[in-house]
């Protein structure tokens, strides 16, 4: 009787081993499908963030260049009264 016991408590333990494997393989599965949806995403948007990045450099310098434009205009308007017209319908006198 005791050996049919033994016999039962071994395969427990073979059965508790494989099940930890099982769920260690599983878990293991589980992080690098994690790890690989995190990496794709960051692959895939880091061309993006360099195009707005370049983009914004963009429309500081063109926004530069229009408040100089701009400046230019109501220094000419102080002598022409049809420039500081103009600039006061767009208020920008």
């Known amino acids: 009787m ?7 408590d071994k395969r427990f333990e073979s059965m ?3 099940m930890m494997a099982v769920i260690g393989a599983f ?6 499908a994690i790890g690989f949806a995190v990496w794709d995403r960051r692959t895939m948007t880091r061309p993006f963030e ?3 990045e370049k983009i914004e450099k ?7 260049k229009l ?10 308007a102080k002598n022409n009264k049809k ?9 920008l006198l």
């Open 16 to 18: 508790q081993t494989l």
């Open 83 to 91: 420039v500081a017209e103009i600039l006061r319908s767009f208020s």
């Open 50 to 52: 360099f195009k707005v």
């Open 27 to 32: 878990g293991a599965i589980v992080a690098v």
């Open 2 to 8: 005791n050996k049919r016991f033994e016999q039962v």
């Open 58 to 64: 963009d429309i500081d310098s063109t926004n530069k």
């Open 67 to 76: 408040d100089k434009l701009v400046e230019a205009f109501r220094i000419l």
